[in-house]
C-alpha cells in the first residue's frame, strides 16, 4: 500500500492536480487528501483552487457541483457508480414539477442533488449553514425545501417555520437503531450522543447535540475528555480518532448489522487503487450539460455568498 500511495503523491505532484476528499470517505483516502471536509467546505475549495486538475473523493453529485463551479477545470472522481440515494430520491423532472405547481415558493435544495435539480433551485444548503441559511428569509417566506425530509423537518422544528418538504432521505441516516442507541446509552451512561440532521427525528430526540459532520467534529474536538456515541456514516470516525487520539468514538449500529457501524455503500466504492487509475488516466471526468451548469451554478454561488457573509 506504501507504494500505491507514493505513486498517487507523485501523480499529483506531476499533473498539479487537487485531491478532495469527503469525511465519509476511507481512512487511507482521507490521510492522502489535500483537503477534507463536508460538503460545504469541499464547494468552497473547489471554488477557490487554481488547480487545473479537481479530484472529488467522494459522490457523484459532490463531482458535479465542482464542474458546475470550476467549468474550466477538469474534474475526476476515482469511480463513477458512486451515487447518493440522497439525490436519487428526487428525480429532475419530478422535482420541477413540483416547483411548478408552487410558484410562490423559494425553493431551497439541499446540496446532495444532482446540477439539475439545483437548475431548478434559489439557493442551496448544506447541513452546515441550511438553519441559518433559511432564517435568512422572512419569517412568512413560502419555502420549499429538498430533498431530505428529515433535515427539513428539524429546520423547520428549531426554526418554528412551515416549510413544504420534498419527500427523500439518505439511506445510511435513516437505518440508525433507537434501540441500539438507548442500549448503547445504557452500556456507557456518560456518553454523549452526536447525531446528523438527516436522522430521523426519534434518533434526533435522543441527541446531546445535533449538527454536519464538521460540526460534529468541531464539538469533539472542543470537548476531548467525553465519550460519544456517533449517529452518522462512521467515516467521520477516522478524523474524529485522529484528532482526539484518547478519546473513545463508538458509532451508532443500524437496524440490520451484525457489525458496530453504518457506512455508505456509495461512498466506499472509491479506493486507493481507483483513485491512482483516475489520476493516471485523468478518467472518469465529470460533464454537466452547458445549459443545465449556467442555471446551477448561481444557487451554489448564492451559498457561498451567503456562508461567507454569515461567517461559515
Known amino acids: 500500500m506504501s507504494d500505491l500511495i507514493e505513486a498517487i503523491k507523485q501523480l499529483k505532484k506531476e499533473k498539479n492536480a ?27 475549495w473547489a471554488a477557490k483552487t487554481e488547480a487545473p486538475i479537481i479530484v472529488m473523493c467522494g459522490v457523484h ?83 420549499i425545501f429538498g430533498p431530505d425530509r428529515n433535515l427539513g423537518s428539524y429546520i423547520n422544528a428549531i426554526t418554528g417555520r412551515e416549510m413544504l418538504l420534498w419527500n427523500g432521505a439518505c439511506h445510511v441516516h435513516e437505518q440508525f437503531s433507537v434501540e ?29 447535540v445535533v449538527g454536519s459532520t464538521a460540526a460534529l467534529l468541531k464539538y469533539a474536538v472542543a470537548h476531548p475528555e467525553k465519550r460519544y456515541i456517533v449517529a452518522t456514516e462512521s467515516g467521520i470516525l477516522h478524523e474524529m480518532q485522529k484528532k482526539c487520539p484518547d478519546t473513545t468514538f463508538i458509532p451508532a449500529p443500524p437496524n440490520d448489522s451484525t457489525c458496530g457501524c453504518n457506512e455508505c455503500n456509495f461512498m466506499r466504492l472509491n479506493t486507493l487503487q481507483k483513485l491512482y487509475d483516475c489520476l493516471k488516466n485523468e478518467t472518469p471526468e465529470i460533464t454537466v450539460d452547458p445549459a443545465i451548469a449556467e442555471k446551477a451554478v448561481r444557487p451554489i454561488q448564492r451559498m457561498l455568498e451567503i456562508s461567507a457573509k454569515l461567517g461559515l
Open 18 to 44: 487537487l485531491i478532495l476528499a469527503h469525511y465519509y470517505q476511507q481512512g487511507e483516502i482521507q490521510d492522502i487528501a489535500d483537503y477534507v471536509g463536508d460538503s460545504l467546505a469541499l464547494a468552497q
Open 61 to 143: 453529485f459532490m463531482g458535479e457541483t465542482a464542474k458546475v463551479l470550476c467549468p474550466d477545470k477538469k474534474v475526476l472522481v476515482p469511480d463513477m457508480a458512486a451515487g447518493c440515494s440522497l439525490a436519487d430520491s428526487c428525480p429532475a423532472d419530478e422535482f420541477a414539477r413540483f416547483v411548478a405547481e408552487h410558484p410562490d415558493h423559494t425553493v431551497i435544495s439541499y446540496v446532495n442533488t444532482t446540477a439539475a435539480v439545483k437548475a431548478v433551485t434559489d439557493v442551496v444548503v448544506t447541513s452546515t449553514n441550511a438553519r441559518q441559511i433559511v432564517e435568512s428569509f422572512p419569517k412568512e417566506e413560502k419555502i
Open 180 to 208: 441500539k442507541i438507548v442500549e448503547l446509552k445504557q452500556q456507557y451512561p456518560d456518553a454523549v450522543v452526536l447525531a446528523h440532521p438527516e436522522c430521523k427525528s426519534v434518533v434526533l430526540k435522543l441527541a446531546d
